[in-house]
Nanobody, 115 residues
């Protein structure tokens, strides 16, 4: 399984960005996909997570009400809509795809929130 993110960049506080993630390869058994982030000097943390049916989502408390995870009709594609961005949202954002007990990771995309 290959995972590729896109959509990061530089945005001012209060702005919005939309991240995209596509999984390819042996995707038939992917059960869930998610977004994580890692800021300099900090551990990687969960941002949002969604089952491939889209029936279950969960979010980190720090992003609830501002970020929305969704999936395309193709179950191997997910998005992260980020609104009301704050400087503390600055991090490398990683997409994950879970197949059984194995988690596949993308290379990450930088999101920088700064004026």
């Amino acid at each position: 399984v290959q995972v590729v993110e896109s959509g990061g960049g530089l945005v001012q506080p209060g702005g919005s960005l939309r991240l995209s993630c596509a999984a390819s390869g042996s995707i038939s058994s992917i059960a869930a996909m998610g977004w994580y982030r890692q800021a300099p000097g900090k551990q990687r943390e969960l941002v949002a997570h969604i089952t491939t049916t889209g029936s279950i989502t969960n979010y980190a408390d720090s992003v609830k009400g501002r970020f929305t995870i969704s999936r395309a009709n193709a179950k191997n594609t997910v998005y992260l809509q980020m609104n009301s961005l704050k400087p503390e949202d600055t991090a490398v954002y990683f997409c994950s795809a879970q197949r059984g007990a194995i988690v596949y990771w993308g290379q990450g995309t930088q999101v920088t929130v700064s004026s």
